[in-house]
């Protein structure tokens, strides 16, 4: 399994240090895919790399591993396809779009947001059918922390934050540099404990508007 990428992303993952543990495991995850029900789609996997450059990056959405229901994970965080019906965290993420900036949003196909400067960036990337967190002991996180870590290089990222999965990252994001959103996950269980209400949309637009760079048309 290899990984194809069109940004600038790929001269990351071919670092020798970094290339060395994503061979390790797309070695062990290649053999799942054989006999297991594995999302997402072996090509999607890397999906959320492939649409700016690093330097580019404005707003980085980071959530713990893909949808684990038939046809939902498609390679982005929160993501899913057009003709998905929306799982439940989506739901409540577009609620509070509408509330925060009255925005109506239907399409869960968030590669919009993936096309200007956001990463939606699971830190676990892969999972198995009807088993949340089973790619855990895979150790992707060895891999998308440092994505995190490379991205200290830049500043005035917004990095949003939505669960104590996420908010465990924080100690890795520079935050005289950066703005860091964080409230409860979206999901039913935690929405109303902090996300709601919380405003990261606007929130994040107000920050890259103080910094002269381009909104986010959410």
Same mark, same amino acid.
């Given at each position: 399994m290899e990984i194809n990428l069109k940004t600038n992303w790929k001269y990351f993952f071919n670092k020798i240090q970094i290339k060395n543990i994503v061979d390790h495991i797309l070695n062990q995850v290649s053999k799942l895919y054989e006999h297991k029900i594995i999302f997402p789609k072996k090509e999607e996997i890397f999906r959320c790399f492939n649409y700016f450059n690093i330097e580019d990056t404005k707003v980085v959405i980071i959530g713990q591993d893909p949808y684990y229901k038939m046809n939902q994970a498609n390679g982005l965080a929160?993501?899913? =396809?057009? !003709?998905?019906?929306l799982p439940k965290s989506l739901k409540n993420i577009f609620t509070e779009l509408k509330n925060d900036l009255n925005i109506v949003r239907t399409n869960g196909n968030l590669s919009s947001w993936a096309q200007q400067?956001?990463?939606?960036?699971n830190s676990i990337l892969t999972v !198995?059918? =009807? @088993?949340?967190?089973? @790619?855990?002991?895979?150790?992707?996180?060895?891999?998308?922390?440092?994505?995190?870590? !490379?991205?200290?290089k830049y500043k005035n990222i917004v990095y949003i934050l939505w669960g104590n999965w996420a908010k465990s990252k924080i100690k890795l994001i520079n935050q005289n540099n950066n703005l860091?959103?964080?409230?409860?996950h979206p999901s039913p269980l935690?929405? @109303?404990?902090?996300?709601?209400?919380?405003k990261p949309f606007s929130k994040t637009n107000n920050y890259l508007k103080s910094k002269n760079i381009k909104?986010?048309?959410w």
């Open positions: 929160f993501s899913v =396809n057009e !003709e998905c019906p400067g956001v990463l939606l960036l !198995e059918y =009807n @088993h949340p967190g089973s @790619h855990y002991y895979l150790q992707w996180e060895k891999i998308t922390d440092e994505v995190i870590k !490379e991205l200290q860091v959103i964080f409230s409860s935690s929405a @109303h404990c902090g996300f709601f209400g919380s909104v986010i048309s």
